[in-house]
């Protein structure tokens, strides 16, 4: 099991450019999130689909971000343009949804650490 | 909406030592579930131990172990025989039982090991 793939594993590019952060989902989940995690406001959910279909993205800070899942096995992060304020570790997680308020474990990808200069 | 509050910034533990690191929570709601995750230099987010609010009973994962009490909407976490590759962040989580399958982090608590 190769577990939550992200990439790339760190970003550096500067403010106005368009970021495109990548992840692969355990094969079989069907939940996808999306979080990010800075020094001043921790972990905090973007946005989170359900079998492809975005279900929360209130988290999604303003309209330079976008997220897709186009398949089961594919989502994408975009952010355009970048501002320095969107530093931070970008990290994916997936998980297998049944019920809603089933008991289930959020597996993590390494994370994409972005520097916005 | 829901919090999560974290109040030790930082702590430290001998080797060996047992060490208890503090959560608790803000929620209207009476089903909901409870989470410890570890996040060492790695960066990688790594689950301990997780609690249904249903149970009564504190879940236990050999060396790791929580004192749930709903009623004062505490969830602490305590380390046995604490071991050098215990050091890492530490994050208590909230999730509804409601709909939406969302963590929501407090903000962390960072365990230092003492050799």
């Known amino acids: ?117 | 909406a829901q919090t999560v509050t974290q109040s030790q910034p930082e702590m430290s533990v001998q080797e060996a030592e047992t060490v208890t690191l503090s959560c608790t929570y803000d929620t209207s709601e009476s089903d909901y579930y409870l989470f410890w995750y570890k996040q060492p230099p790695s960066r990688q987010m790594i689950l301990v131990i997780r609690q249904e609010a249903y149970k009564q009973q504190n879940a236990t994962e050999n060396r790791f172990s929580v004192n749930f009490q709903k009623a004062a909407k505490s969830f602490s976490l305590k380390i046995s025989d604490s071991q050098l590759g215990d050091a890492a962040m530490y994050f208590c989580a909230y999730k509804s039982n409601f709909g939406n399958e969302k963590l929501t982090f407090g903000t962390g608590t960072r365990l230092t090991i003492i050799p």
């Open chain 1, 1 to 117: 099991d190769a577990g939550v793939i992200q990439s790339p594993r760190h970003e550096v590019t500067e403010m106005g450019q368009e970021v495109t952060l990548r992840c692969k989902p355990i094969s079989g989940h069907n939940s996808l999130f999306w979080y990010r995690q800075t020094m001043m406001r921790g972990l905090e959910l973007l946005i989170y689909f359900n079998n492809n279909v975005p279900i929360d993205d209130s988290g999604m800070p303003e309209d330079r971000f976008s997220a897709k899942m186009p398949n089961a096995s594919f989502s994408t992060l975009k952010i355009q343009p970048s501002e320095p304020r969107d530093s931070a570790v970008y990290f994916c997680a997936s998980s297998v949804f049944r019920l809603a308020g089933d008991a289930y474990e959020q597996y993590f990808g390494p994370g994409t650490r972005l520097t916005v200069t």
